[in-house]
């Protein structure tokens, strides 16, 4: 298929890393890649064979889009070898929350002193508390050794809440299924709004749906809103959004989660304006949707749950906020990962860097 004709050269953000080659990362860096952007992947084992192989695949409004882009081992050297001084102006992290805080060695190697880094991953991020009074101690249920936030800078990061819902169904493809939105915000309020303007720029001219926000933080609330109920209770119901959603029990749960959810934001100042109702049409509307948390459960693969919603009980905890519906779900789909990861389905150490 032809590429598409982008003129990259006003955007000095034309480097583009992408690490973890899953849904997300086919999603997005596929597309880059497709508009001229010059992107290189690090993967690990079927998937970045498939990828050396056959090229990177995305399968998108009824077509196949195929891309040939270089693609690493996490082995990866500083400047990907001393013949190839090439440091990319973005790295974009889309790998599983869980797998983050190993890669901080890899970040060390790859990011230069001007780079950026783009999580794009579920959950709240260990980020979340950076430059922020209420939420000054680290996360533990994400970044339990300080790792990543030894690793980058906060603002040298753009946060990112990423809505479109998409699938691996083989290594070095990438499907997409429902939505479009991207958000992306600066982490820390004295960070550059000029990189973070090039960036959204830069996605749009490749044709996706990006925007801007001055509280990313909100945009991220008003996301997990959906992923700590969706998420962990289809690990424990085997069911896709929308029949959780039409089951008139499993809804009510989902109120009262997000209610709860709710209130725990408003006690660290941060208030989405929108209500439990409204939160789950929005899911409804995208159909019948199979969670990442239940492909992942379905493939036996560990599950997200420390960053979804143990992060959240995290939060909880240090303000003395009452979750009893976010509790009792966290305790059983905690129960639910353990049984996923025996050891019949242990994976590599690499298992989620896809």
Request: hydrophobic residues 40%; charged residues 20%; contains cysteine.
């Amino acid at each position: 298929m032809e590429k598409s004709s982008v003129d990259l050269r006003p955007n000095p953000l034309s480097r583009v890393c992408v690490i973890g080659a899953g849904a997300i990362g086919g999603f997005l860096g596929v597309q880059l890649a497709h508009s001229g952007v010059d992107v290189r992947v690090i993967a690990r084992g079927q998937t970045l064979a498939a990828i050396r192989k056959h090229g990177w695949r995305l399968d998108i409004d009824g077509r196949r889009i195929v891309e040939s882009v270089p693609a690493f081992d996490t082995d990866v050297v500083s400047g990907f070898g001393q013949d190839d001084p090439w440091i990319p102006d973005v790295v974009l992290l889309a790998v599983k929350s869980h797998s983050l805080p190993s890669l901080a060695p890899l970040l060390a190697r790859v990011v230069g002193p001007e780079t950026i880094v783009v999580p794009a991953i579920n959950g709240l991020p260990w980020w979340f508390g950076a430059g922020q009074t209420s939420l000054a101690e680290p996360l533990t249920s994400t970044d339990p050794h300080g790792e990543l936030g030894n690793a980058i800078r906060p603002e040298r990061i753009i946060g990112a809440v990423v809505y479109p819902s998409c699938s691996c169904p083989e290594p070095g493809l990438a499907r997409h299924g429902a939505g479009s939105r991207l958000v992306f915000g600066n982490v820390v309020s004295d960070s550059d709004e000029e990189r973070l303007s090039q960036w959204v720029k830069l996605l749009r001219h490749c044709g996706l749906d990006a925007h801007t926000t001055g509280d990313i933080r909100t945009e991220v609330w008003n996301k997990l809103l959906g992923n700590a109920c969706f998420n962990p209770v289809s690990v424990l119901t085997h069911c896709a959004t929308d029949v959780m959603i039409d089951d008139p029990g499993v809804h009510g749960v989902f109120t009262e989660m997000m209610s709860e959810l709710l209130a725990l934001g408003q006690s660290l100042g941060i208030a989405p304006a929108v209500s439990p109702a409204e939160r789950i049409a929005t899911t409804r509307r995208l159909g019948h949707v199979k969670t990442s948390m239940l492909q992942d459960a379905e493939a036996g693969r560990p599950i997200e749950l420390a960053a979804i919603l143990g992060a959240a009980i995290e939060l909880a905890v240090r303000t003395d906020v009452n979750m009893p519906h976010c509790r009792t779900v966290h305790a059983l789909a905690a129960l639910r990962a353990r049984s996923l990861v025996a050891p019949s389905n242990t994976e590599t150490p690499h298992g989620n860097l896809r």
